[in-house]
T-cell receptor, first 112, second 114 residues
C-alpha cells in the first residue's frame, strides 16, 4: 500500500538534546512538507522540499533542520535551539499542480 | 498573500442535527480548495476537494461543500451528524499562482452531543 510513514509515534527527549523525526513516503511524490501542530493553532509549516537536494524554510523554521537526500525520505531534526519543541509533528507529501497533500500519522514529541 | 479563515474554533451540535463549518479565503484568484479531517492523535485525511467544474462537491460519508467565488467561501455541511463525526476539520487553499504549498485554516473542532 502506498502512503507516508512517520516514526516513532511517541518520542520523549530531555531538554537540550537534538532529536530526529523520520518521514518516509512510497507515493513517488516530489514535494514533502513538515508541519507543527499545537492546540488551537492549526498547522504551521516548518520546512518543505519540492525536489531532492533542495528545501525551503516555512513560517517557523528556527530551531529545526531538514535534509532531502532521497526522494522518499525527509527527516526533521529538532535542535536544542528550538525553545518549545513539545508538539505534534506532521509530515506530508504532494505531487502535481493541485497540491493535494497526503499526511502521515504524526509523531508526538515531548521534551522533559 | 493568501489566507484562510475558519470562523469557529469549536462547534457543538446534537447527534442527527445538521451542521455547517465555515471557511473563507482571502483571494479571489483561481484556487483549489480542500477540507481535511483529523481524528484524535492521527494525521489529516482528505475529506473532499474542489478543483474545477461543479461548485458543489461531496464526500463518501455525507459531507458536502460549496465553492462560492463571489463570497470567497467554501463552507462544509452535513444534514445529519453522527457521533463518529467528532473530529477537527481543516479548510485549505492552494493558490494557482503559487504552486509550492497550500494554506491551512486554524481548524474547527466538531463536538457531537448525545
Amino acid at each position: 500500500d502506498g502512503g507516508i510513514t512517520q516514526s516513532p509515534k511517541y518520542l520523549f527527549r530531555k531538554e537540550g538534546q537534538n532529536v530526529t523525526l523520520s518521514c518516509e513516503q512510497n507515493l513517488n511524490h516530489d514535494a514533502m512538507y513538515w508541519y507543527r501542530q499545537d492546540p488551537g493553532q492549526g498547522l504551521r509549516l516548518i520546512y518543505y522540499s519540492q525536489i531532492v537536494n533542495d528545501f525551503q524554510k516555512g513560517d517557523i523554521a528556527e530551531g529545526y533542520s531538514v535534509s532531502r537526500e532521497k526522494k522518499e525520505s525527509f527527516p526533521l531534526t529538532v535542535t536544542s535551539a528550538q525553545k518549545n519543541p513539545t508538539a505534534f509533528y506532521l509530515c506530508a507529501s504532494s505531487q502535481g499542480r493541485y497540491n493535494e497533500q497526503f499526511f502521515g500519522p504524526g509523531t508526538r514529541l515531548t521534551v522533559l | 498573500a493568501q489566507s484562510v479563515t475558519q470562523l469557529d474554533s469549536q462547534v457543538p451540535v446534537f447527534e442527527e442535527a445538521p451542521v455547517e463549518l465555515r471557511c473563507n479565503y482571502s483571494s479571489s484568484v483561481s484556487v483549489y480548495l480542500f477540507w481535511y479531517v483529523q481524528y484524535p492523535n492521527q494525521g489529516l485525511q482528505l475529506l473532499l476537494k474542489y478543483l474545477s467544474g461543479s461548485t458543489l462537491v461531496e464526500s463518501i460519508n455525507g459531507f458536502e461543500a460549496e465553492f462560492n467565488k463571489s463570497q470567497t467561501s467554501f463552507h462544509l455541511r452535513k444534514p445529519s451528524v453522527h457521533i463518529s463525526d467528532t473530529a477537527e476539520y481543516f479548510c485549505a487553499v492552494s493558490d494557482l499562482n503559487r504552486d509550492d504549498k497550500i494554506i491551512f485554516g486554524k481548524g474547527t473542532r466538531l463536538h457531537i452531543l448525545p
